[in-house]
Every structure is written in C-alpha cells, then in structure tokens.
C-alpha cells in the first residue's frame, strides 16, 4: 500500500491531469513565493547546467535560444505583417 | 509579516547560493550543526553538466518520449511541428531568416571548429587556479604542521628548566660560599694582625728593658771599677802574661 502523499508535496511531473487545476490552484502565488519560484528554477538551472567542472556549450545555448523565442513571441504582432499570405 | 517573510526565506536562499559563496556567509538565522548535513566540507563540483542534445535540447525530453515513440519520436515531433510552424505562418520567412541562417551557419562552424581547443584553454585556467587554491591549503597545513612540531620541541625544551635552574641554583650557593670564607679569611687575618701587634709591642717593650738594665749594669760596673783597682789589675795582668810567656818558652 504505498504511502498517501499529500498534493500539496508532489512534484509537477507526478501531478495526474484531473490533479492539474487544484495543484495549481494550491501553489504559492504571493511575491515571495514567486520570488522563491524563480530562485528555485535559476538555482536548478545553474547547478545543472553551469555550476560544473567541464560545461559545455548547451548549457549557455539553451538561455539564448530561449531568449530568441521570447524575443519572437513578444514581437509577433509586430512581424504578422510580413506574411506571405493572408489565409491559411 | 515581511520580517516572518524573510525569516522563512533565508535559510532557503542560503543553501540556495551557489556553495562556495554560502560557505562563507554565516547562518544567523538557523542554529548551526543540528542537521544531519552540514555544509562543510563542501561537496565537489560534478564533472560534467546535464546532456544536451544538439546544443538546445536536454537530454531528459528525449529519455521522456522513448518509451512511448522509440529513438525518432522526438524528430518527428521537431518535423512536424517545424512544417506546423511554418504552413500556418507562426513563424514568418523573412529578410531576418536569411540574417538568422547565416549567423547560425557562422556560429555553428565556429563552435565545431575551435570549441575544443577554447574548452582546453578553458579547463587549463581553471587547473590553474584549482592549483593555487590547493597548493595555499597544501602550504598552510604544512606551516601548521611545522608550527605544531616547533611547540613540541618548545614544550621539550620547557623541561629543561628545571635543570638550568638547578645549575644556577648551584651556582649562586658557591658565589655565597666563596664570599663566606673569603670575609672569614679577612677577619682572621685582622686579628692575627693586631694579636702580632701586641706580641711585637710586648717584645719591643721587654727587649728595650733588658737593654737598659744590662746597659745600667755596666755603667754601674764601669764607676766601680777606681783608678786603683785599674793599676791592681793591670799588674795582674802582665805578670799573668809574664808567666804564661815563660810557659810557652818552655814548650817551644
């Protein structure tokens, strides 16, 4: 019988679907949790990717091409004026 | 409510640091070595980062779809929704493709082409310095080690003390010693000094009566002796003389 564990301490990838709205419903949306969240998601990522002997390139890759994603999405409206066709 | 805030949320910034940096900043706000893990020595950084396919993918998104789409799920899922991307206009071909194109073309020959060499370069600075950190804290332990060594010989040396102190205490009992005998000697010959003064005044004193009693004596004599007894005794004398050369005339 595997032990209840309360939703509260699943990790996101455990979350089953139905779980979804009441998991994010229950998460910590004052400023300092989201502060804490955005500590938490650099530090995960610096001591993963960065934070190592030998690094590669990925891990400074990945922040770039992220960065010309959001870049993209954020100008998009800006860039739909250049398309070639009007219906598609 | 904000100091509650910030209580709650040092100590998870702090381990949050990267470890050299909350190695050095000190835990005011949780009671030290009650855990079970502490933070000292700090553990060693892993050799090598997460896996990253291509540059721009991690690892993990590929492990996530094989069980379900095998080795090419992930290529497809990329194709499709590139041509996805691309038929409904998401993403717009223009003048900025053709500048993107070729940066990435430049970048990506670049990076094949010098990106060992740059990682060795890179790998020998860090040596370097992974070097000299660790020949300061070969260095200090040794200084340490000395030092200890040093104060054992000094705690060695302690207990000789008692020896030196021994010798002086020896030493200052014969300067006493010699210093006794030597005012000893002084007294005594003080007094031998004035004692033969005494005998010597004595002496004098005995000697100059006698010389002037003998000195009376043959004054007293010499007044006696009158002018007749002078004549009796030197006719005494010659016919003693007389008798005696007659003697001698006779043995010859």
Redesign the interface.
Known sequence: LPAAVLLKDTKLMDVKLGQLGSWLAMRDFTPGGILGAVRRGYNRYYNKYINVRKGGLGGLSMVLAGYVVLSYMWSYSHVKHERRRKYH | MLSR?VLR?AP??LR?L??PVAVGVLHTTRPLHTTQKSLAPVPP????????RH??I?EEFFQFLYPKTGVTGPYMLGTGLLLYLL????????HETAAAACILTVIVYG?KKF?PDV?AFA?KL?EEKVATALAMKNESIQTLQTAIEEEKKEQWRAEGHSYLFDAKRNNIAMLLEANYRERLLMVYNEVKKRLDYQVAMQTLKRQKEQDYMIQWVEKNVVQSITPQQQKESIAKCILDLKALSKSAHAAV
Do not use: Q, R
Request: aromatic share 4%; proline share 13%.
């Open positions: 805030l949320a998870a910034a949050a990267p470890p950084l892993p050799e090598k980062g997460g896996e990253v540059g721009l991690p038929s409904k206009e998401i993403y717009v071909v223009n990076v990106g990682a790998d860090n």
